[in-house]
């Protein structure tokens, strides 16, 4: 009994030891962890500032294409609405 106490007071300031050397492993990682995580939060918030600036160019040059595509039809139609009044006038 004497030596199984001897041997407990003799390897419990070992386990405490090893205990505490875990904690700050445990810490470490849990720091490493943190800041993996701040990485990834910046790198979603610039890709979707990325990814919002994209979409307003696209939708710009998709406005400006339709603004262009009804001035062209409108022209087109003014000038088809001409040409049909010079036939009408030619043929009376």
Sequence with gaps: MK????ALLAVIPALAD?????????REAMAEA???????V?????????????MGAA???WRTELR?????????MRQAREEMR?????WR
């Design 86 to 90: 010079s036939a009408v006038r030619s």
């Design 18 to 26: 090893w205990r505490w050397e875990g904690r700050e492993q445990v």
């Design 68 to 76: 262009q595509a009804q001035a062209d039809f409108a022209r087109e």
């Design 59 to 61: 939708h710009r040059e």
């Design 34 to 40: 943190r800041r993996a995580r701040a990485e990834a």
């Design 3 to 6: 030596y199984v106490a001897i």
């Design 42 to 54: 910046r790198e979603m918030a610039q890709t979707g500032r990325e990814m919002r600036r994209e």
